[in-house]
C-alpha cells in the first residue's frame, strides 16, 4: 500500500499552517450567515416514514429555487421596462438555469417508489403543490393567468396580495411587446395596454414584429437575444411540466390529486400551455 510520505502535512497541521478562523464565539459563522439554525429546523415530517424526509427537501429546495427564480425574473422585467436590455438577458439566462435545475431535480424525487410514497400520502391530508403560491406566481409572471388559482391563497391575505400583485400586472411577455414597440415596431395598442388578468392571445401583428427581429438579428440583436431567451426559457420550463406529469404518473398512477384535481389528466392538460406562441410560431415561417 501506498503511505503518504513522512513530512506531507497531515489534516490537523494544515489547518493550522493555513491560519483558519476556529473560533466564532464573537465572529459572525457560516451557519450564522446562513441562518441554518431555522433552515435545517423546518424539516418535520409528520409520518414515521424514512421517505418523508426526502418529500419534504425535495418541496423545500424546490421553493427555495422558486424564491430566486422570482428575484430574477422581477428584475428582469424592470430592466426591460426600462430598457435595459443587456442586464435583462443575464437574468433571464440564470431564470432558464435555475428552471433546468429543478428539471434535473425530479431525477431524486423519481427513486421514491408507489408503495413508499402510498406509506406517507394519508399524512398530506388535502395540501398539494396546487397551492405553492410561489409557483403560481411564476406562472402568473410567465402569462398562464387564472383568476380561479388565486382562490386557494384566499386563506391568507398577505400571500393572497401577492399572487394577485403578479395576476394583476403586464407578464415578462407582456413587457417584451412594450420593448419591441419602443424600439419601432408595430404592435397593435390593444397588446400594448389591456386588462392584465386576461390570458396572452396570440396575434398577427405581433408575429410579424418578431419575424423582422428574427430576418435581421445583426440590425436587432438585442431583441433577437431577448426572443432566444424567452424561448429558452419556455423550452425549459415544458421539461418541467412534463418531468412532474411523469414522475406523478409512476408514483401515483391515476389517482385524483389531493388537492382535489383529476391527478395526472389535470397535469397533462397544462403541457398543451403555450406561454410564448408568436415565437414559436414565427419559425415555421423564417
Ligand atoms: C410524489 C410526488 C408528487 C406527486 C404525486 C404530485 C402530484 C401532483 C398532483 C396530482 C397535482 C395536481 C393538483 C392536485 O390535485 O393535487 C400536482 C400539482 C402541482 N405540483 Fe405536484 N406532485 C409531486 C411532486 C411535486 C414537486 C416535487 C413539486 C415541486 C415543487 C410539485 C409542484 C406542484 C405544483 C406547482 C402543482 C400545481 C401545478 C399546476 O397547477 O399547474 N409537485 N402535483
Ligand atoms: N398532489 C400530491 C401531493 C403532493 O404532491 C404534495 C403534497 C404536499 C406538499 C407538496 C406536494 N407536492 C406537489 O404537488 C398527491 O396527490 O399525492
Known sequence: MNQPPTDAPQGESIVR???A???FSE???????LHLDQVLDAQKPLS???NEMLFIIQHQTSELWMKLMLHELRAAMGNLAADRLQPCLKMLARVSKIMEQL????????TMTPPEYSALRPYLAHSSGFQSFQYR???????NKNAAMLKPHAHNPARLAQVRQAYESPSL?????R???RQGFAIPAEWLDRDWTQPYAANPGVQEAWLQVYRNPERYWDLYQLGEKLTDLEDAFRLWRFRHVTTVERIIGFKRGTGGTSGVAYLRKMLDIVLFPELWSLRTDL
Open 179 to 181: 420593448a419591441l414597440h
Open 17 to 19: 499552517e493555513e491560519k
Open 21 to 23: 478562523q476556529l473560533d
Open 27 to 33: 465572529d459572525m459563522s457560516y451557519g450564522d450567515y
Open 137 to 143: 406566481q411564476i406562472e402568473f409572471s410567465l402569462g
Open 103 to 110: 428539471v434535473h431535480a425530479w431525477d431524486v424525487l423519481a
Open 48 to 50: 414515521p416514514e424514512h
Open 173 to 177: 411577455y407582456d413587457e417584451s411587446l
